[in-house]
């Protein structure tokens, strides 16, 4: 159970609004993948919360009628990542928020808490930085009609975990206009000390637009993450480099020049000294990246074809369930394993307690209890996620898959469970009703996948036993192969 004092849940903005009018010291949550840790660790113990995550209108990417890009702040990493409109007119975002924890945080972690939580490792801060996004942060006034303000996002970071909103407003929409990205080709650069589930050691956006003929460097944005106590530009650096001849030389000053305007710092992941001399190279190398980019589009970049509108425009409000007793509680209606069921629960309690402790589905292990081993990953509506780190009320009417419902009429096993027996891939088994479920998503995707981009997909859990090369081979042995 999570030490919460009380969860309320928004169907509306508006009702939103209405429940911070009411409770003006409980903090909105949206994927909660930073409030529930802190949460669990006691840094915010007691806390109130407000669930936004399903207010209609605030999640998915949208153009408008000038082509400014629309991203709706409750819109998770995967939604942004797999976005037609962010792959083609921003790939640089969309590569970036990609490398965010494992494939199930990025299922349910939102760009707008990654912005919001004011961390400068945050992995779509630097792009959105290079980027110039603005922020849309909105309130309801006296008259009773919600306001809205826009704000730079150079602007919105006042220090290490502080940004400029008011406990009263709500990150609304953030918007990328056109003339910020239009000619522009750009690269990030997470460096870390694991390909996944860790945060930046070092992280850097450079974002670039060349002459028609790609000899000159027109304009240039540089922007780092842990660089700084807040994530930052380097505009000396950037004014220098603009108008410099494209190539090698031009961006080795760029890392020499952006050293001046930036101080890491010393902590137990990396020394200021590393950091410093990865942060030159990685500015070098970024703005080669952008170069290379920049050579294999000539001949023309197609641009998407988005629907006029804002983020999410038109999606229904989800129904949901009934509140009883004291408030506290909630008679969850849900399908668990191809089941419809009704369920009463705390609002306090994660899914993953929910289904081992209320519905016996004990194939649902919980390790770390804080989303990092995926011990306990189920599907819900076909994503994986850490059901450690969602809480059970967000699971209303939704379709909950663990193991216990992947057998068939007679009680066979499926492809993905048999692949695991023959390879191997199984030792204390702890870890292997988590894996199942993620193989089990990607083989209902559909899609087929390289193996380095399967050791990627399934990197968000951890096998005490460390069979990784076994659970490797099972997976690539159900899963569609890329020729
Ligand atoms: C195992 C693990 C690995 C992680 N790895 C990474 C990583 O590699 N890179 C990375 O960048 N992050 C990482 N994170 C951090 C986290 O997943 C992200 O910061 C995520 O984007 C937070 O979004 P959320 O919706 O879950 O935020 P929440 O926890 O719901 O909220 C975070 C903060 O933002 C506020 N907030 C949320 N939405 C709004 C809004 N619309 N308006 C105003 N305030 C709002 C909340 O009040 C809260 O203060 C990791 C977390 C975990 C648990
Ligand atoms: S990720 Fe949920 S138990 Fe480890
Ligand atoms: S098989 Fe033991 S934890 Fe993976």
Not at 76 to 101: C, H, K, W, Y
Not at 147 to 173: N, R
Not at 382 to 400: F, M, N, P, Q, T
């Amino acid at each position: 159970m999570f030490a919460i004092d009380h969860y309320y849940e928004a169907g509306t903005l508006e009702e939103a609004f209405a429940l911070k009018e009411a409770h003006p010291g409980a903090r909105w949550i949206a994927g909660g993948s930073d409030l529930l840790i802190q949460i669990r660790e006691g840094k915010l113990a007691g806390a109130e919360l407000i669930g936004i995550r399903d207010i209609p209108g605030l999640s998915g990417v949208t153009l408008d009628k000038q082509e400014n890009i629309h991203i709706g702040p409750l819109s998770t990493f995967s939604q942004v990542a797999e976005d037609p409109v962010i792959r083609e007119r921003i790939p640089m975002l969309g590569r970036a928020v990609d490398q965010a924890g494992g494939p199930q945080l990025r299922n349910v972690g939102t760009i707008g808490g990654n912005i919001c939580n004011g961390i400068t490792s945050a992995d779509s801060a630097s792009s959105l930085f290079a980027l110039e996004a603005e922020l849309v942060l909105s309130r309801i006034g006296a008259s009773g009609f919600i306001s809205s303000e826009e704000k730079e996002i150079g602007a919105f970071y006042l220090g290490p975990g502080k940004v400029d909103i008011a406990p009263d407003q709500m990150l609304t929409d953030i918007i990328i206009r056109r003339k910020k990205y239009e000619g522009f080709f750009g690269h990030y650069t997470k460096y870390s000390m694991r390909n996944a589930m860790d945060i930046a050691t070092l992280g850097c956006a450079v974002y670039c637009r060349f002459s028609d003929d790609l000899a000159v460097i027109e304009d240039v944005r540089i922007a780092y993450g842990v660089a700084n106590p807040t994530p930052c530009r380097c505009p000396g650096a950037e004014k220098a480099v603009a108008g410099m001849k494209a190539g090698e030389e031009a961006f080795r000053k760029l890392g020499e020049l952006a050293l001046e305007e930036i101080s890491p710092r010393d902590s137990w992941r990396a020394s200021r000294r590393f950091r410093l001399q990865i942060a030159e190279e990685i500015a070098y190398r970024g703005g080669m990246a952008c170069l290379e980019e920049a050579k294999a589009a000539k001949g023309g970049v197609k641009p998407a074809q988005g629907a006029p509108g804002r983020p999410g425009e038109g999606a229904p409000a989800r129904k949901t369930g009934e509140s009883f007793g004291d408030g506290r509680h909630w008679l969850l209606r849900l399908t668990v394993n191809g089941k419809a069921v009704e369920v009463p629960v705390d609002n306090r309690e994660s899914l993953a307690d929910m289904l081992r402790n209320r519905l016996g589905l004990t194939s649902v292990k919980k390790g770390c209890d804080v989303g990092e081993c995926g011990a306990c990953t189920v599907l819900v509506d076909g994503k994986s996620i850490d059901s450690c780190i969602y809480l059970a009320r967000w699971a209303e009417g939704r379709h909950v898959l663990t193991t216990e419902g992947l057998r068939g009429l007679d009680n066979e096993l499926t492809p993905v469970q048999q692949a695991f027996i023959d390879e191997a891939a199984i030792q204390c088994g702890f870890c292997t009703p988590g894996l199942i479920m993620t193989a089990t998503e990607l083989v209902e995707s559909g899609r087929t996948y390289s193996r380095e981009e399967l050791r990627k997909l399934i990197s968000g859990h951890i096998c005490r036993c460390t069979g990784y090369q076994n659970i490797l081979n099972a997976v690539e042995k159900v899963v569609g192969q890329k020729q």
